[in-house]
């Protein structure tokens, strides 16, 4: 309805610029079409097949200004289908929003860099552009890698930036670029696979029909009881699980206050420790003995010669100075 609306309130401006080249052109907005018709005045045949082009576009959502530039001779159109090449819807709306990119940013770097003017609607891609810079070319490249899963845009706007910077050098210009562009593996995730259940035996035979809840109380005689004896038997059954619980509850709290089993070990163990023992007094008083003989001959060691030749020597006695009288 709004695409009805705007075609209505744009047409004149896209009869005026068919007239200028003779072709008349109608609305139809019960049968929901859009006509172009060759006239006496028309001078240029190929211009009905521009013609033709603008309806593509107008119907594909192009605004009237932009989808008008379609009849001069320098500017073409390519439609790019999209439908058909992703069978899962989700995936196919997933990467459809990879060539818009966040804010449609990466839609109009292509844009910039091919020079084409690109609007991405429904199962179509409208490109406008000249086929002489092969910007169209590019474009249709671009989306058929992007909904294929065969290569990110943003690889494209890589490669399409170092093409423009080597473009700018002459000395380049007849060589091959291609030790200059990127090369990007591409890396396939492992998917989880699904998780399969075991296939029973076949049986011709039907799985054998669970008892339910009335057989169940016809067998136990519950069905024949009354409400007040079923109340009371529930009653009996819940007071009889609550004593069991608490019968495990106070076990468990006794279990912290029993006191650890006594080593009661037998002969044959206490002669073992004995002769334990008596190994390890052994062992004990052979090192105290080898430490003594240790501190004697350090003893030993550590007497100075010194004190032997002092004790020979005798000290000489000091003379006494004699006081002359005059």
């Not at 695409?3 to 896209?14: N, T």
Request: glycine share 4%; aromatic share 6%.
């Amino acid at each position: 309805m709004g695409a009805e609306k705007y075609l209505q309130e744009s047409w004149p401006i896209v009869k005026g610029a068919l007239k200028e080249h003779g072709i008349s052109c109608e609305l139809n907005l019960v049968e929901g079409s859009m006509t172009v018709s060759t006239t006496r005045k028309t001078r240029d045949p190929y211009i009905i097949i521009k013609a033709r082009e603008l309806i593509k576009l107008l119907s594909r959502s192009v605004p009237a200004l932009q989808a008008i530039k379609i009849l001069d001779d320098e500017m073409n159109c390519d439609i790019i289908k999209i439908g058909g090449l992703v069978r899962n819807k989700e995936r196919f709306v997933k990467r459809r929003e990879r060539l818009l990119g966040p804010n449609l940013s990466t839609l109009k770097a292509i844009e910039i860099l091919t020079g084409c003017y690109i609007l991405v609607q429904g199962n179509t891609v409208a490109a406008m552009g000249s086929y002489t810079g092969r910007g169209l070319k590019q474009v249709r490249r671009i989306v058929e890698d992007c909904m294929k899963n065969l290569k990110h845009p943003v690889y494209h706007i890589k490669e399409l930036l170092i093409k423009r910077e080597l473009a700018k050098n002459p000395a380049l210009a007849t060589e091959n670029w291609d030790r200059f562009l990127p090369k990007f593996k591409k890396k396939n995730v492992k998917q989880k696979k699904p998780q399969t259940k075991e296939k029973k035996p076949y049986t011709p035979f039907p799985p054998p029909q669970q008892p339910s809840k009335i057989d169940a109380q016809l067998e136990t005689g519950e069905y024949f009881m009354s409400e007040k004896k079923k109340s009371a038997k529930k009653w009996q059954e819940k007071l009889e699980k609550q004593s069991g619980k608490a019968e495990e509850n106070k076990r468990k709290r006794e279990a912290a206050f029993v006191p650890p089993k006594e080593n009661t070990a037998g002969p044959s163990e206490s002669v073992k420790t004995a002769n334990d023992n008596s190994e390890i007094a052994d062992i004990a008083k052979s090192l105290k003995e080898k430490a003594k003989e240790f501190r004697k001959n350090k003893a030993q060691e550590n007497v100075r010669a010194e004190s032997y030749l002092a004790s020979n020597e005798e000290p000489c006695p000091k003379k006494k100075k004699s006081t002359k009288s005059k």
